[in-house]
């Protein structure tokens, strides 16, 4: 089945611009979804199709997607960014939702 | 406002059975695929399965494939996953998420319910 992979974590100083990668094999080729995810709460949509941004989703987040690596970019981040993301897409050929391992953003 | 809850979570032995459920409401809800995804302690999302709107079509992880059932009740608006031979690797939050097709994703999300498997 397909895989994705993202980095286990990511740091970065409030103020200043967060990515987090998900890497597939032709990733550019599918749908990406991203959510938030914090302890205790229900995860958050927060990215869909490579760059859509949900209702009530601020424009600090963005997305994009192209060849082997989507990326999720959170620009002046807050210590209320301070979560897990994790990408995702459906994988049409095996017919199932694939999720990569998750990254785990820390706002220093 | 959409609304997903979820129930049935507890503890239960290795080989053991329990029933999940989920209530949504604020939604067309028979229009719409629904979703398993769990988490297990200390690890991240793992998608379960799937059922399409009007319940004619389901979809299984490899790791459960065989043990789980996803079923729904549109008159009810319920959503159902009968887990059946349980293993320690179960042990997990279980959320259901309303799935809008592969350009949205899972747009909204229960709070969970936690199984825990063991003896």
């Known amino acids: 089945s397909y895989v994705l992979t993202q980095p286990p974590s990511v740091s970065v100083a409030p103020g200043q611009t967060a990515r987090v990668t998900c890497g597939g094999i032709?990733?550019?080729?599918?749908?990406v979804h991203w959510y938030q995810h914090k302890p205790g709460q229900a995860p958050v949509l927060v990215i869909c199709d490579d760059s859509d941004r949900p209702s009530g989703i601020p424009e600090r987040f963005s997305g994009s997607n192209s060849g082997n690596t989507a990326t999720l970019s959170i620009s002046r981040v807050e210590a209320g960014d301070e979560a897990d993301y994790y990408c995702q897409v459906w994988d049409s050929i095996s017919d199932q939702g694939v999720f990569g391992g998750g990254t785990k953003l820390t706002v220093l | 406002e959409v609304h997903l809850l979820e129930s049935g979570g507890g503890l239960v032995e290795p080989g053991g059975s329990l029933r999940l459920s989920c209530a949504g409401s604020g939604f067309s809800f028979s229009r719409y695929a629904l979703s398993w995804v769990r988490q297990a302690p200390g690890k991240g999302l793992e998608w379960v399965s799937t059922?399409?709107?009007?319940?004619?079509?389901?979809y299984y992880a490899d790791s459960v494939k065989g043990r789980f059932t996803i079923s729904r009740d549109n008159s009810k608006s319920t959503l159902d996953l009968q887990v059946n031979s349980l293993r320690a690797e179960d042990t997990a939050i279980y959320y259901c998420a309303r799935y809008n097709g592969p350009y949205t994703g899972f747009d909204y999300w229960g709070q969970g319910t936690l199984v825990t498997v063991s003896s």
């Open positions: 032709n990733i550019g080729r599918e749908s």
């Open positions: 059922i399409n709107d009007t319940g004619g079509s389901t």
